[in-house]
Nanobody, 124 residues
Framework: VQLQASGGGLVQPGGSLRLSCAGAGFSMRTYTIGWFRQVPGKEREGVSSIRYDGSAYYAESVKGRFTISRDTAKNTVYLQMNSLKPEDTAVYYC???????????????????WGQGTDFTVSS
């Protein structure tokens, strides 16, 4: 199982950005994908998750601004981020695991496989 995250960069406040997470060695039809973010000195924070059945979940801090989606043909998950704020600045990681119960969707310990991070900065 491998994950490749991409799409980071520099964005102005209020701007938009889309991150991608391409998977290999497994099918997103049967695995849950989670997006996490981390800033130096802080714990990794769960941001959004899309389960094997396509149901999507969001942390309160991003609800209404971020949208997670997937293209099963490309085995890729996207995180569309709008109305970006400076506090969204972080290194973003995607992760996956086959069996994740609902209560642990935003727990990093629930995910067995991790991609490398992609970082972006929200700044004017």
């Amino acid at each position: 199982v491998q994950l490749q995250a991409s799409g980071g960069g520099l964005v102005q406040p209020g701007g938009s950005l889309r991150l991608s997470c391409a998977g290999a060695g497994f099918s997103m039809r049967t695995y849950t994908i989670g997006w996490f973010r981390q800033v130096p000195g802080k714990e990794r924070e769960g941001v959004s998750s899309i389960r094997y059945d396509g149901s999507a979940y969001y942390a309160e801090s991003v609800k209404g601004r971020f949208t997670i989606s997937r293209d099963t043909a490309k085995n890729t998950v996207y995180l569309q981020m709008n109305s970006l704020k400076p506090e969204d600045t972080a290194v973003y990681y995607c992760a996956t695991s086959r069996s994740i119960i609902m209560s642990t969707l935003f727990s990093e310990r629930a995910y067995a496989y991790w991609g490398q991070g992609t970082d972006f900065t929200v700044s004017s």
